[in-house]
C-alpha cells in the first residue's frame, strides 16, 4: 500500500538555524501515527510543512510527498486543492481559529462551498456528536470540547484522506478530552483517514496512535508501535518524556511529603456565588491550613475558578464566608488590599499574565508598587526572581517576556507573587501549558517554596496526576459543590462519589 504521506529528508531552516534536520516519516490510510517531542522540539515546524504553511522566511529541502506529490514543486493552485480536500489541519487553539462572529455553522460549510464539494454542515456537525442545533451557535456559546469538535468537523469537510492534528486537547479537561480522542479514534476506522497527531503528552499520543515517533531537538529520535516505545525506550528523552507524567498511585510520583495536619490558614464556609440564575459556587466549605498544598480539581465549568476568584476578594459572594488567619476576610478597603498581599494569584497562561511591553524586572516589581513596599527594590525583586529559580537574576531582568521559554514565564509569574512574601498562593493551572520536563521543574519548585517558606497552595486543576504528585489534600468540585474531600491517598485511590471515579476513569495511561 502507497503512503498517504512521505517525508523524505525534511530539513527546515529559519535563517542559519536548523529546526528540523533529516526527518523521515511514512503514514499509511488507516494509520494513526503521534509525533511527540518538547516545546521547540521541530514538531509543530513538520507538521505545518506538509501543506506549506511556514512563514516566508523557512526554507525547506527534502520531499514532501503527498499521494504521491511532492508539496513544495506544487502550483499555488494545485496546492489550494490540496488543502482541505486531500489533507486537512486541526489546530491547537479552537477558540483563535475560529471566527467570533461567524456562526460555527457557516465556518464548516465554507471550506465545503470553496472546494465545490456537495455535502450538509448539519450532518457533520452530527458526525463530531454534537446536537445539530449547535450549527446556529457562535464560537463563544460553546465550550472547550465542542468548539474542539467544530475544527473536527472542519477539518473533515471536504473528505480528506490525512488529517494533521497539532495539540488537539491541550485546553481541555480529562473527561471531554477522553472524548475527543474516542471520536477521533472513531473517524479513523470508519473513514480509512490517515491521522498525524503532534503532542508533548505520550499519554494522549498512547490512547490514539499505533505508532509513535519522537522529535528532539530537530531530529527524529525514536520511531516504532506506541506500546514498544513507551515500554523500551531506547532514547535517553524518549524515557525522560515516559517517566515525566505522573502515574496516579505509584509512590515514585508522589512528590508531596508527609506532614502533621497544620492549623487552619484559610477557611470557606458555606460560600454561595450567583451569575444571573446561575449558581456557579454552591454552599463550599474547604480548609487549607498552614503550609498546606490542596488540589481542587474538576472539570471545566464545574465552579474552581469562581471558588478561587471568590476567595482572592475579585468577586463578591452571594453569602458565606472566608475567613484568613482567624479573621474574617473584608470585601473592600484597605482592609482587603492586606489581604491580597497576603494571598497571590498564578495563572494559568504566563505569555498572557505578563505585559509583552514590560521587562521582567518591571513585571516583578509591580506588587511592590501597588503595595507600597518599602526597601530597596532591585534587591528585593533579585531575591524573588531567584527564588523562582531563574539564577543569576541579572540574565533575566532586562528581558521582555518574549525572550524567555514558557517555563522560564511561568518562574516571573511565581517570582512576582513571591516578591510580596505571600503566605498563600492560588495557582489557576500552573502547569496546564507546559512541556512534561519544566511542568516536574514546576512542581518541585512549589515543593520547595512549601519547605522553605512554609508557603500553602490551592492548586487548581483538572489534572488528576498533578493532584497526586502535589497535594497533600484533593477536593474535587462539580456543578458548584465540592462531592468529595479528604487526603491525596484517600480521593484518588479509594474514591468515594462516582464523579470522582469518572474522572479518575478518564485519565489516558501511559
Not at 22 to 46: C, H, R, Y
Not at 298 to 314: C, N, P
Not at 337 to 352: G, M, N
Not at 438 to 452: Q, S
Request: neutral net charge.
Amino acid at each position: 500500500m502507497n503512503p498517504l504521506l512521505e517525508l523524505k529528508n525534511l530539513t527546515v531552516h529559519y535563517g542559519p538555524k536548523c529546526v528540523v534536520n533529516d526527518v523521515n516519516l511514512a503514514l499509511a490510510p488507516g494509520q494513526t501515527l503521534g509525533l511527540a517531542g518538547e516545546s521547540g522540539s521541530g514538531k509543530s515546524t513538520v507538521a505545518m510543512s506538509v501543506l506549506r504553511l511556514l512563514p516566508k522566511s523557512a526554507s525547506v529541502t527534502g520531499e514532501i510527498l503527498l499521494d504521491g506529490d511532492d508539496v513544495a514543486t506544487m502550483s499555488w493552485g494545485r496546492l489550494r486543492a490540496v488543502r482541505w480536500a486531500a489533507a486537512s489541519i486541526v489546530f491547537q487553539g479552537a477558540m483563535h481559529s475560529l471566527n467570533p462572529v461567524q456562526r460555527v455553522g457557516d465556518q464548516i460549510a465554507e471550506p465545503m462551498r470553496l472546494h465545490g464539494v456537495e455535502g450538509n454542515a448539519l450532518d457533520l456537525v452530527e458526525q463530531v456528536e454534537l446536537p445539530r442545533d449547535k450549527a446556529r451557535a457562535y464560537p463563544h456559546e460553546l465550550s472547550g470540547g465542542q468548539r474542539q469538535r467544530v475544527m473536527i468537523a472542519m477539518a473533515l469537510a471536504c473528505g480528506p484522506r490525512l488529517v494533521v492534528a497539532d495539540e488537539p486537547t491541550t485546553a481541555l479537561d480529562v473527561v471531554v478530552q477522553a472524548q475527543v480522542l474516542a471520536l477521533m479514534t472513531r473517524l479513523v476506522r470508519e473513514q480509512d483517514l490517515g491521522l498525524l497527531m503532534i503532542s508533548h503528552d505520550l499519554s494522549v499520543l498512547a490512547e490514539t496512535c499505533d505508532d509513535l515517533a519522537v522529535m528532539h531537538r530537530g531530529a527524529l529520535v525514536e520511531r516504532g508501535r506506541t506500546r514498544e516505545v513507551i515500554a523500551n525506550p531506547r532514547h535517553p528523552h524518549t524515557a525522560a518524556l515516559t517517566a515525566a507524567f505522573p502515574v496516579i498511585g505509584d509512590p515514585a510520583h508522589r512528590w508531596a511529603e508527609p506532614a502533621p495536619e497544620p492549623e487552619p490558614l484559610l477557611q470557606v464556609r458555606d460560600l454561595v456565588v450567583d451569575y444571573g440564575r446561575t449558581r456557579a459556587v454552591d454552599g463550599v466549605d474547604l480548609t487549607i491550613g498552614r503550609g498546606e498544598i490542596v488540589a481542587l480539581v474538576g472539570q471545566s465549568g464545574s465552579g474552581k475558578t469562581t471558588l478561587a476568584r471568590t476567595i482572592m476578594g475579585l468577586r463578591k459572594p452571594s453569602s458565606g464566608r472566608v475567613i484568613f488567619d482567624g479573621a474574617e476576610v473584608a470585601r473592600n478597603g484597605k482592609a482587603l488590599k492586606a489581604f491580597r498581599r497576603q494571598v497571590q494569584l498564578v495563572l494559568q497562561d504566563p505569555s498572557s499574565a505578563l505585559n509583552p511591553r514590560h521587562r521582567i524586572v518591571d513585571a516583578v516589581a509591580e506588587g511592590l508598587r501597588v503595595h507600597g513596599i518599602p526597601g530597596d527594590e532591585e534587591s528585593l525583586v533579585t531575591a524573588a526572581v531567584e527564588r523562582a529559580e531563574l539564577r543569576p537574576a541579572s540574565l533575566y531582568l532586562q528581558a521582555l517576556p518574549h525572550e524567555l521559554s514558557g517555563g522560564q514565564q511561568q518562574r516571573v509569574v511565581i517570582a512576582g507573587a513571591l516578591v510580596l512574601e505571600p503566605r498563600l498562593l492560588v495557582a489557576d493551572e500552573p502547569v496546564a501549558s507546559l512541556d512534561a520536563s519544566v511542568r516536574g521543574e514546576i512542581v518541585a519548585l512549589l515543593l520547595r517554596l512549601r519547605r522553605e517558606l512554609g508557603l500553602a497552595s490551592l492548586i487548581i486543576t483538572h489534572d488528576l496526576g498533578l493532584a497526586w504528585q502535589i497535594a497533600d489534600r484533593v477536593a474535587v468540585m462539580h456543578q458548584g459543590k465540592i462531592v468529595e474531600q479528604g487526603s491525596a491517598e484517600e480521593v484518588l485511590l479509594t474514591p468515594s462519589h462516582d464523579y470522582t471515579r469518572a474522572l479518575l476513569r478518564a485519565v489516558p495511561q501511559v
